[in-house]
Antibody, heavy 124, light 111 residues
Framework: QVQLVQSGAEVKKPGASVKVSCKTS????????MHWVRQAPGQGLEWMGI????????SYAQKFQGRVTMTRDTSTSTVYMELSSLRSEDTAVYYC?????????????????WGQGTLVTVSS | QSVLTQPPSASGTPGQRVTISCSGS????????VYWYQQLPGTAPKLLIY???QRPSGVPDRFSGSKSGTSASLAISGLRSEDEADYYC????????????FGGGTKLTVL
């Protein structure tokens, strides 16, 4: 069955970077785009960006441009999300979510499969 | 402030039908599909509706989605206690180099 397993919780100081992993199994890794979505405590969902595991191309929300990097390792079927220059407002649960299907333009969306979430706490 | 506007709360009694609205603009709902997610406390979101009104397999037909112009709605009929959750709408937005935007979420309480 399809599984997305994320790395464990992190505590970081302001200004540092964090790299969250999302290891996939149960499907052809390169056949589905992967989204990253975050949720601050008590707040709503926020889309960060998307990566195509096949070629590694990415598209980031403008808010995170310059601070976020999404990569993938096809040998381990794992995608990564690195966020730099952390500030307290980046404290959130970060989710990876497999795209729902034929992702193109405005028809990309987080589908049925999500990771369990990774809590990143930014505190001095 | 979220790009898509949802009421912060909604409520109903078991068996009732409730609707949750989602208002956007021509750059998002007006020109792209709408998606709906359900999030139970402490869990990852779950896809309820995709491409305006399509249900993934396993989602009960009590849940339905619709779209008209720059607004969309999620309807839940035959309300059950296990439907108590947060609900989010989402749509692709063609402005700012394209991005997926979410509504602020609606907390549904089953009385």
């Amino acid at each position: 069955q399809v599984q997305l397993v994320q790395s464990g919780a992190e505590v970081k100081k302001p200004g540092a970077s964090v790299k969250v992993s999302c290891k996939t199994s149960g499907y052809t890794f390169t056949s589905y785009y992967m989204h990253w979505v975050r949720q601050a405590p008590g707040q709503g969902l926020e889309w960060m960006g998307i990566i195509n595991p096949s070629g590694g191309s990415t598209s980031y929300a403008q808010k995170f441009q310059g601070r976020v990097t999404m990569t993938r390792d096809t040998s381990t079927s794992t995608v990564y999300m690195e966020l730099s220059s952390l500030r307290s407002e980046d404290t959130a649960v970060y989710y990876c979510a497999r795209d729902g299907g034929s992702c193109s333009g405005g028809s990309c969306y987080p589908g049925n499969y999500w990771g369990q979430g990774t809590l990143v706490t930014v505190s001095s | 402030q979220s790009v898509l506007t949802q009421p912060p709360s909604a409520s109903g009694t078991p068996g009732q039908r409730v609707t949750i609205s989602c208002s956007g603009s021509s750059s998002n709902i007006g020109s792209n599909y709408v998606y709906w997610y359900q999030q139970l406390p402490g869990t990852a979101p779950k896809l309820l509706i995709y491409r305006n009104n399509q249900r993934p397999s396993g989602v009960p037909d009590r849940f339905s989605g619709s779209k008209s112009g720059t607004s969309a709605s999620l309807a839940i009929s035959g309300l059950r206690s296990e439907d108590e959750a947060d609900y989010y709408c989402a749509a692709w937005d063609d402005s700012l180099s394209g991005r997926l935007v979410f509504g602020g979420g609606t907390k549904l309480t089953v009385l």
